[in-house]
């Protein structure tokens, strides 16, 4: 595949057409080349390498005017050369082109333009395209016919941009994607809205078998016979629009780390769909799925999954190989088209036979305004954002995600956790090394977002990087080491579905490894109550755990207690373990801290004075709009206005799943801000991310109240005096409620 782009408008054409191609790089990139209109004269540049080499090398974004069309390719006909780049001109050079696709006949058409006095200077088989657009034009004398009857004469599929020298641009699509971006001042031809997103989020997705003309920001939109249709614009979602890599070293990385969000999020906007989608594949007379690429093997597993689990038969089929054999579909069938981008032109005519034979299209699909979606009876969305690298990870990982719900759905002997399931990817623990004079030197978190948020209100001493990558010597020297390790294996809320032999509860043991390199005074780890349950839980806690921290370096004295939040101040009954580990050949030993209050304080306490709604005047007062339901379970309890909050939980789903608290009102959930409140992080504390990231941030965090009473009781033993919590300014409305009902602390 390629990308291709044409631009007209207000505003010079080539640096605009440069970052369209660099966001669409993923699409091709063995040579690059932009060609622009200025004064009725066409100059272009091209050249081999990715944009950003081709563009320092010859300086693409600097040739005039305010038409122009760039190309990035993917080779198919022709060697990668200089010559063999689009755009390529026409023999005339009034004429130039930008071409995606295969033109089957192209042969047949070469000879022909040869036979006429036509050259060619590539071994591609878009060249013809722009000679035959030539032959044509000379022969009509005006766009439209001209475009009418090329792709008469095309055969394949494809989609071109083409541009005349007087400033004209005309496009046609054939299966190939084709995208129209209208803007204010400005319109843009796009294999995909990345081209365009930064300057509009409105969107025509033109149909197979239409071409558009567009000469000074008016267009008009025809089918192939010249009868003008009519069209529709679509708005585009914005966060299409921030497809950039920030700290990843590419995007194929990122978009792997991405991937517990995926999980979560696959779906989750078309609940409805799923279980429409049972009720067709339960009264299906056949159920074939479809796909190319990596599409194709989520198919695979899909047989698999629907034959062992709910023992219903299906048939895959690789979308390219189905217009070979379309009698292999029969009436009255189920057909799912698997597509990330919704615009395979595989997939759409394997999807144009299967109606043909009036069977139900379940879509599942990543962009949601996309043909596929506008084919479908009923649509899946993947909801895994732009996926940029070539390698399908997070796509691939949303397909089965939604595969898999299918199957629950189907089947009522299996449940699938899907909350779980994200903590099967390794995850980083937590790390802060301390002074003597209270200093963060370092820290690290396998979190983005979470390394985000600690940046913008903490420092820039966090490394974002999984534990297990982690050279110790890099981590400069301290006094103590505070850290937590995953808490999933070990809580009590995952029921009968916990295993204490999981991969995330031996994550202590990297804790352990730094500990015994670093040899600080003193260490500090959290988790939940649940690491020391009667049974097994306890014995690994105490035997193996506990032992292995005592065994690190020259060894360490050990203690633990259990503290609950709400009896520091906090407006949340938040219970945790508190493991603190004096090193052997230190005679001071941190006490853990004695705190009376006189009465607990409440929710409404916390969250009283904010709106009523998402208000977005109020630092991340925001939410999920996920279904308020009160079945008594985790995230599903009323809350009471009068007593202090249950748990907030860092297990919830990062697209704000349903384990995020109703409000005590239960007209929605809590937002952001609510939870923050509840968990005693101030006002100003600004989290980064989703919702459903900053509700992970917080839920997985220690209130930082309890933590400074904790912390005070590491002061003495570096000759310090213990801080008067009342001077310290929280910026929270209810500090001075917890000062009134203080009574004592030590």
């Not at 930082?704 to 310290?728: C, H, T, W, Y």
């Amino acid at each position: 595949m390629c990308s291709i782009i044409g631009y007209s408008g207000n505003d010079t054409a080539a640096p605009i057409i440069v970052k369209g191609l660099k966001r669409m790089e993923y699409r091709g990139y063995d040579s690059v080349g932009v060609a622009t209109e200025s004064e009725n004269q066409i100059e272009l540049k091209k050249g081999i390498g990715k944009v950003n080499e081709v563009n320092s090398k010859i300086q693409l974004d600097t040739l005039p005017g305010k038409t122009g069309i760039g190309h990035t390719r993917w080779a198919t006909h022709g060697k990668v050369t200089d010559l063999n780049a689009h755009p390529h001109p026409s023999n005339s050079g009034k004429i130039a082109i930008v071409h995606n696709g295969i033109v089957e006949n192209f042969e047949e058409l070469k000879k022909q333009l040869e036979d006429d006095g036509y050259n060619f200077k590539s071994e591609t088989d878009s060249e013809i395209i722009a000679n035959l657009l030539q032959k044509n034009y000379e022969i009509t004398k005006n766009v439209k016919d001209t475009i009418i009857k090329t792709v008469s004469e095309i055969k394949g599929h494809y989609a071109f941009v083409a541009m005349f020298e007087n400033g004209q641009l005309a496009a046609a699509r054939y299966h190939e994607p084709l995208i129209v971006g209208v803007g204010r001042e400005n319109v843009f031809l796009s294999s995909d809205v990345l081209g365009f997103i930064e300057y509009t989020d409105n969107a025509i997705y033109m149909k197979s078998g239409n071409f558009i003309i567009l000469e000074n920001k008016e267009f008009q939109i025809l089918d192939f016979n010249g009868k003008e249709v009519k069209h529709e614009i679509t708005k585009v979602s914005k966060e299409f629009g921030d497809a950039y890599k920030g700290d990843y070293a590419h995007f194929t990385l990122k978009e792997i780390y991405e991937q517990p969000d995926v999980i979560l999020k696959a779906g989750e906007t078309t609940l409805e769909g799923i279980e429409k989608s049972v009720r067709y594949i339960k009264n299906a007379k056949n159920i074939y799925i479809t796909g190319s690429g990596t599409s194709y093997n989520s198919a695979l597993i899909a047989k698999q999954i629907l034959s062992k689990y709910v023992k219903i038969k299906s048939e895959p089929i690789i979308a390219s190989e189905l217009q070979f054999a379309p009698e292999t579909i029969e009436e009255n069938s189920t057909f799912i088209a698997i597509s990330q981008s919704g615009e395979s032109a595989d997939v759409l005519e394997a999807v144009r036979i299967a109606k043909k034979m009036n069977c139900k299209i379940i879509s599942i699909v990543n962009l949601l305004t996309s043909s596929l979606t506008r084919k479908g009876d009923v649509v899946l969305g993947m909801n895994c954002g732009p996926e940029i690298g070539v390698a399908a990870t997070k796509s691939f990982t949303a397909q089965l995600i939604i595969l898999y719900k299918i199957v629950q759905k189907l089947s009522k002997n299996i449940t699938i956790e899907f909350v779980y399931v994200t903590h099967s990817i390794p995850q980083a623990v937590i790390i802060v090394v301390h002074t003597p004079y209270g200093k963060v030197v370092y820290a690290n978190d396998w979190d983005r977002e979470a390394c985000q948020s600690y940046r913008l209100n903490i420092g820039d001493h966090i490394e974002h990087k999984s534990i297990y990558d982690v050279d110790v010597k890099n981590i400069p020297d301290g006094d103590i080491l505070v850290g937590g390790f995953p808490c999933l294996g070990f809580t009590v809320a995952k029921g009968k579905d916990r295993k204490l032999n999981c991969d995330y509860n031996q994550l202590f043991q990297e804790y352990a490894r730094v500990l015994s390199a670093k040899q600080p005074k003193y260490f500090l780890v959290e988790n939940v109550t649940g690491i020391k349950t009667k049974g097994q839980f306890n014995d690994f806690f105490h035997d193996t755990i506990l032992k292995t921290f005592e065994d690190s370096g020259i060894g360490y004295k050990v203690k633990y207690k259990t503290l609950i939040s709400s009896s520091f101040g906090v407006p949340q009954n938040r219970k945790r373990v508190i493991i603190l580990g004096t090193r052997s050949d230190i005679e001071q030993e941190p006490e853990f801290p004695n705190v009376e209050i006189e009465d607990l304080l409440t929710l409404k306490h916390a969250i009283y004075d904010l709106p009523l709604e998402y208000d977005d005047k109020v630092l991340n007062h925001t939410g999920t709009k996920h279904k308020v339901s009160i079945t008594g379970y985790v995230g599903n309890r009323q809350l009471d206005w009068n007593k202090p909050s249950p748990t907030i939980t860092g297990r919830g789903s990062r697209s704000g799943g349903a384990v995020i608290h109703p409000h005590p009102k239960g007209h929605r959930r809590l937002t952001v801000r609510e939870c923050a409140r509840i968990q005693s992080f101030p006002d100003d504390f600004e989290f980064v991310g989703s919702n459903g990231a900053c509700f992970a941030q917080i839920g997985n965090a220690v209130p930082p109240i309890m933590a400074f009473f904790i912390a005070n009781q590491f002061r003495e033993l570096f000759g310090k005096r213990k801080l008067d919590f009342s001077k310290v300014k929280w910026n929270l409305p209810y500090e001075n409620e917890i000062n009134k009902r203080l009574l004592h602390s030590n």
